[in-house]
């Protein structure tokens, strides 16, 4: 520990004469505020000069810790400079924004973290764990772990790490005997799990790796099977199923029925000043995480604003002709009542290109009324959600995140919290300049 305390003095960092300097300013201050305090009350002695001598010491100091900290940080961040000042106060103002856990599992969550993450590292991303298809349901099925895909997904869409690296996790084999198919990541997942026994370490290695502001948490470590019961009778096992199997669905449930959550997503809940439902698929996406034993009561036991955030298009074979007080209904009805406070809604039109594309594929506008939602007591949030300069009907995840803040800035703060309201609301005006 010496040694490596005395690298400070070795030739060349550009160390030494600093320290040196801000040494003798602090003797040289010191020195002259006690000629101030010698001379106080006996006129014949002169003060001007040992105050002056006493300011010397004190610019000195300041010029010298100035000088320490660019050559400190000039070493460790040698092309950036201009922007630490920015930096450091970005990293502040996040890490006292709101606590925030978002629901949910597919496509639709790692959207809303993106947009979320801009204003708040102290974000919970709670995922389904019940998916069965695609790479994610061969290692479930082949080595009994948990489903990867999601959870991979939600830690990329959280993390502050460089291209390559989120390139190297979301890169998909399409060749090899056994491996074509297979998300690196899905790969890395599962071996992590499977050397640590324990899915959540797995994903705490993992989030160290690549940056991940936030936490990632599966919803439960129990092993569960997603089923659906159809209109017409029709009982479906699985969740890559459900929507193939093109029917109406009038309930949706887990095996085991009692499925414990984490600990650490319960916790999350309780302390949580926002919780956000996620857009996605409605039965096989977020109803997993609601119907897991203990998780819906948390949310309604919670202080935090819930939101929910509709889909914009319906799911062929899952919602089809679903309005958007239908979608709160069927969670209602599952989950149970009084969850939700706002719903955000899109009120951007379609490209009519788009809508025919989306016609085609049996799938459309999701509708709603704001005075039948109203009605329902739910606060109708809406916006411009449609994602510009995509082909498909893609959520604006910046959009998305700044009419959830906002909503939640009018809130009155809580005791202690009002810097970190204040700090928020500056950031939410800047980005309106």
Same mark, same amino acid.
Request: hydrophobic content about 45%; overall charge negative; charged content about 25%.
């Given at each position: 520990m010496r040694g490596r305390a005395l690298r400070w003095l070795m030739p060349g960092l550009r160390f030494k004469r600093w320290l040196a300097l801000l040494i003798f300013a602090v003797a040289l201050a010191a020195i002259g505020g006690v000629l101030i305090v010698h001379a106080w009350g006996h006129p014949q002695h002169r003060i001007t000069e040992n105050v002056a001598l006493m300011l010397v010491g004190v610019i000195g100091g300041i010029y010298a810790v100035r000088q320490l900290i660019r050559s400190v940080v000039t070493a460790l961040v040698p092309n950036d400079q201009g922007e630490i000042a920015e930096s450091y106060w970005r990293a502040r103002v996040l890490l006292r924004g709101p606590r925030i856990v978002a629901l949910g599992g597919g496509t639709g969550l790692p959207v809303l973290l993106r947009g979320l993450k801009q204003y708040s590292s102290n974000i919970t991303a709670i995922v389904a764990v019940t998916d069965d298809g695609g790479s994610s349901g061969r290692l479930r099925g082949e080595l009994g772990v948990p489903p990867p895909g999601d959870l991979r997904n939600c830690l990329l869409a959280l993390a502050e790490t460089e291209p390559l690296l989120e390139r190297l996790f979301q890169y998909r084999f399409s060749a090899g005997e056994g491996l074509a198919g297979h998300a690196f990541g899905n790969l890395f997942l599962a071996a992590m799990t499977t050397v640590t026994g324990d899915l959540q370490e797995a994903i705490r290695t993992s989030s160290r790796v690549l940056a991940v502001r936030g936490q990632v948490l599966p919803a439960t470590?129990?092993?569960?099977?997603?089923?659906?019961?159809?209109?017409?009778?029709?009982?479906?096992?699985?969740?890559?199923?459900?929507?193939?199997?093109?029917?109406?669905?009038?309930?949706?449930?887990?095996?085991?029925?009692? *499925?414990?959550?984490?600990? !650490? #997503?319960? &916790?999350?809940? +309780?302390?949580?000043?926002? $919780?956000?439902?996620?857009?996605?698929?409605?039965?096989?996406?977020?109803?997993?995480?609601?119907?897991?034993?203990?998780?819906?009561?948390?949310?309604?036991?919670?202080?935090?604003?819930?939101?929910?955030?509709?889909?914009?298009?319906?799911?062929?074979?899952?919602?089809?002709?679903?309005? *958007?007080?239908?979608?709160? !209904? #069927?969670? &209602?009805?599952? +989950?149970?009542?009084?969850? $939700?406070?706002?719903?955000?809604?899109?009120?951007?039109?379609?490209?009519?290109?788009?809508?025919?594309?989306?016609?085609?594929?049996?799938a459309e506008v999701v509708r709603w009324s704001p005075s039948a939602l109203t009605a329902a007591g739910y606060e109708v949030l809406a916006g411009p959600l449609l994602a510009a300069g995509t082909a498909y009907a893609w959520h604006d995840h910046q959009t998305v995140a700044r009419i959830i803040l906002q909503r939640w800035s009018r809130r009155r703060p809580e005791p202690g919290r009002l810097l970190d309201v204040l700090m928020l609301r500056d950031q939410l005006r800047s980005e309106q300049r």
């Open positions: 470590d129990d092993e569960v099977v997603l089923r659906a019961e159809l209109q017409d009778g029709r009982m479906i096992e699985g969740e890559s199923r459900i929507p193939e199997a093109r029917g109406k669905v009038r309930r949706v449930f887990l095996e085991p029925a009692n *499925a414990a959550p984490t600990r !650490e #997503a319960l &916790a999350a809940l +309780a302390a949580a000043d926002i $919780i956000v439902l996620a857009p996605g698929s409605l039965f096989t996406s977020l109803m997993p995480n609601l119907l897991v034993h203990g998780i819906a009561d948390a949310i309604r036991g919670s202080h935090a604003l819930c939101f929910y955030v509709q889909n914009i298009m319906t799911q062929p074979g899952e919602t089809d002709d679903m309005t *958007a007080e239908q979608h709160l !209904e #069927a969670i &209602a009805r599952h +989950a149970g009542p009084r969850m $939700i406070d706002c719903v955000v809604v899109n009120e951007t039109p379609l490209p009519e290109e788009m809508a025919d594309r989306y016609r085609q594929r049996d």
